[in-house]
């Protein structure tokens, strides 16, 4: 059984639901749901430095819920495509795109329904070249703090076919991308953490601190 944090334990509690989405998860693609803990744990360190302006307008306990169930549509992706270490074709692609929608759908279901259009636009881009072509702050808010979570911690998830990127490239990676891709206020105040605390967010998942006991040994 996969271990929740306090708020997803809560709002878990009179039903099991969320514990058993994850359990589910973890049994189809335990890479996945390794990453879901660990947009999860980013989300609540990007809402902590978010000035009060923008905390007053979130529901935390409902953002970190999204947060952990963001790629839940990919219960629904077929293994073929998402355990692939390859690049995706353009028709597996179009398959893959479809699980924020899968995911929004699986949530609109449960009494979190409200939350179903922070996971549906969970992949959208600042500029508008994201999967629905919502732009700047047509995007929620929700979605766009997610993103940059999830941004992160793609790049600093290790991978069977490729490394971890180190934290410096992370961080000029997401100077990058911050007002185009990414929303240029919520990177900046994610930054602002400073190197030595964003280097600490660890994913958990297996292939990560495998990879990372292997470097210190060898270190
Ligand atoms: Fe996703
Ligand atoms: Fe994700």
Known sequence: MINLCDNCANLNKDNNWIQFFMDILDLKDPYTQ????????????IYDCLPHRYQTKIDKTKLLLAALLHDIGKIKTPDR?????AALSDNEWDVM???????????????????????????ERIDGKGYY?????????ESRIIAVADTFSALRT???????KSIEA?????????GKQLDDDIVGYFLLLGK????????????????????????
């Open 34 to 45: 390794g990453h879901s803990h660990h947009v999860h744990a980013i989300t609540e360190k």
């Open 81 to 85: 495509i998402l355990d692939k270490n």
């Open 97 to 123: 795109k479809q699980h924020p929608n899968e995911g929004a759908e699986i949530i609109r279901k449960t009494v979190f329904s409200d939350t179903a259009d922070w996971i549906l636009y969970h992949h």
């Open 133 to 141: 072509r919502l732009k700047g702050n047509e995007i929620p808010l």
């Open 158 to 164: 290790y991978r069977i076919y490729r490394p971890a």
């Open 170 to 178: 992370t961080i000029t990676i997401l100077n990058d991308v911050r």
């Open 196 to 219: 030595d605390v964003l280097e600490n967010l660890y994913c958990n998942c297996k292939i990560c601190a495998e990879r990372r006991a292997e470097l210190e040994k060898v270190s």
